[in-house]
C-alpha cells in the first residue's frame, strides 16, 4: 500500500522560506506514470495547487505561486520537496502532498490517487 | 487565471440523489479537462473519488458517479448515505494536463 508523509518545520516567520518534504513508501517514485505534488488549504478554506515533478525533474507550478515554489525530486531517498520562499500570513495552511497518475489506455487517464495525511505549516513571528 | 465554480452548498435528503457540478471560465468543460471529483470530511485529507470524467476508484461507493452535464462536470450521488455528508472538490486539468485547477468546493449536507 502506497504512503505518503510529509515533514518538515510547522511553525516558519515571516519572510522566511518554508520547507517541507514528503516521503513515498510502499512503491518508487521514479516512474513514468506518475508526478508528485504539493497542494495546499489554508484553514478554513478550499484546495490549491501549488505544483507538480516529474521524476526525471521536470517542474509544473500555479501561476500564481511560481515566483517563490521549487520543487525537488530525490530518487535516492523515495523523497520529494517543497520550498515555499518569502513566506506571508497568507501561507498559513495544511500542506498536502499527493501523487498524481498519468497513463494512455484508449485514451488518456489522469488522477490524483494517493495523498498525505497534511502537515500544518503557520507562518508567524 | 482561470477560475473553476462549485456550487458553494447543497443539501440533500438520505436516500435522495444530488448533483454536483463544476464549471470552468474558460468555456465548457469536455473530457479533456480529465475532472476529478475528491471527498473531504473536517480533519482528514481529500479522498479520490472519481478521475477522467466518470471512472471510479476501487475504493469508490458505487452509489456515486461522474459525468459531463450541461457544459460542466458533474457528480451525482444516488442514495445519499449521512455519511456523505462532506466537502466536495473538483479539479480540472489545462494546458496540456500540466496544470490543474481546483474548484472552489461544495459543502453537502445530508439532512
Known amino acids: 500500500q502506497l504512503q505518503l508523509q510529509e515533514s518538515g518545520p510547522g511553525l516558519v516567520k515571516p519572510s522566511e522560506t518554508l520547507s517541507l518534504t514528503c516521503t513515498v513508501s510502499?512503491?518508487?517514485?521514479?516512474?513514468?506514470?506518475?508526478?508528485w505534488g504539493w497542494i495546499r488549504q489554508p484553514p478554513g478554506k478550499g484546495l490549491e495547487w501549488i505544483g507538480s515533478?516529474?521524476?526525471?525533474?521536470?517542474?509544473y507550478y500555479n501561476p500564481s505561486l511560481k515566483s517563490r515554489v521549487t520543487i525537488s525530486v530525490d530518487t535516492s531517498k523515495n523523497q520529494f520537496s517543497l520550498k515555499l520562499s518569502s513566506v506571508t500570513a497568507a501561507d498559513t495552511a495544511v500542506y498536502y502532498c499527493?501523487?498524481?497518475?498519468?497513463?494512455?489506455?484508449?485514451?488518456?487517464?489522469?488522477?490524483?490517487?494517493?495523498w498525505g495525511q497534511g502537515t500544518l505549516v503557520t507562518v508567524s513571528s | 487565471q482561470t477560475v473553476v465554480t462549485q456550487e458553494p452548498s447543497l443539501t440533500v435528503s438520505p436516500g435522495g440523489t444530488v448533483t454536483l457540478t463544476c464549471a470552468s471560465s474558460?468555456?465548457?468543460?469536455?473530457?479533456?479537462?480529465?475532472p476529478n471529483w475528491f471527498q473531504q470530511k473536517p480533519g482528514q485529507a481529500p479522498r479520490a473519488l472519481i478521475y477522467?470524467?466518470?471512472n471510479k476508484h476501487s475504493w469508490t461507493p458505487a452509489r456515486f458517479s461522474g459525468s459531463l452535464l450541461g457544459g460542466k462536470a458533474a457528480l451525482t450521488l444516488s442514495g445519499v448515505q449521512p455519511e456523505d455528508e462532506a466537502e466536495y472538490y473538483c479539479?480540472?486539468?489545462?494546458?496540456?494536463?500540466?496544470?490543474?485547477?481546483f474548484g472552489g468546493g461544495t459543502k453537502l449536507t445530508v439532512l
Open positions: 510502499g512503491g518508487s517514485i521514479s516512474s513514468s506514470t506518475y508526478y
Open positions: 477522467s470524467t466518470s
Open positions: 515533478i516529474y521524476y526525471s525533474g521536470s517542474t
Open positions: 499527493a501523487r498524481r497518475t498519468s497513463y494512455y489506455s484508449s485514451g488518456w487517464y489522469h488522477l490524483f490517487d494517493y
Open positions: 474558460t468555456g465548457a468543460v469536455t473530457s479533456g479537462y480529465y
Open positions: 479539479l480540472l486539468y489545462y494546458g496540456g494536463a500540466q496544470h490543474v485547477v
